[in-house]
C-alpha cells in the first residue's frame, strides 16, 4: 500500500522557519522524483520545489528560490522542505508528490499559515 504522510505543517509568523517532512512507504522511494506542491486558498496546485531520483538536481519556484530547501534521504524514505523567511502568501496546503513517469502518487497535504 503506497502511502506518502506529510507532517511539520503549523500556524508560524513572517519570518519564521517550519521544516515539512513527508514519509514514503509502499514503492521504491530512490527511484522516484520527489516534488513538494502547495494549493493556496482560490488558486491551482503549483509546483514549489523538486528533486530528482536519486537527489542529485533541484529546482524550485521562482518565489521561493533563497528561501526553501528540498531534500531526501533515501536510507530513511523522507523527503523534506525547509521553509525560511515565510511570508504570508506561502500560507497554503503543501502536498508531497512521488513520480516515475507514467506513475505518480500524492500525500494528503499539511497545513502551513504564516500570520502575525
Known amino acids: 500500500q503506497v502511502q506518502l504522510v506529510e507532517s511539520g505543517g503549523g500556524l508560524v509568523q513572517p519570518g519564521g522557519s517550519l521544516r515539512l517532512s513527508c514519509a514514503a512507504s509502499g514503492f521504491s522511494f530512490s527511484g522516484y522524483a520527489m516534488n513538494w506542491y502547495r494549493q493556496a486558498p482560490g488558486k491551482e496546485r503549483e509546483l514549489v520545489a523538486a528533486i530528482t531520483s536519486p537527489g542529485g538536481s533541484v529546482n524550485y519556484a521562482d518565489s521561493v528560490k533563497g528561501r526553501f530547501t528540498i531534500s531526501r534521504d533515501n536510507a530513511k524514505n523522507t523527503v523534506y522542505l525547509q521553509m525560511s523567511s515565510l511570508k504570508f502568501e506561502d500560507t497554503a496546503v503543501y502536498y508531497c508528490?512521488?513520480?516515475?513517469?507514467?506513475?505518480?502518487?500524492w500525500g494528503k497535504g499539511t497545513l502551513v499559515t504564516v500570520s502575525s
Open positions: 508528490n512521488a513520480r516515475r513517469h507514467p506513475i505518480t502518487y
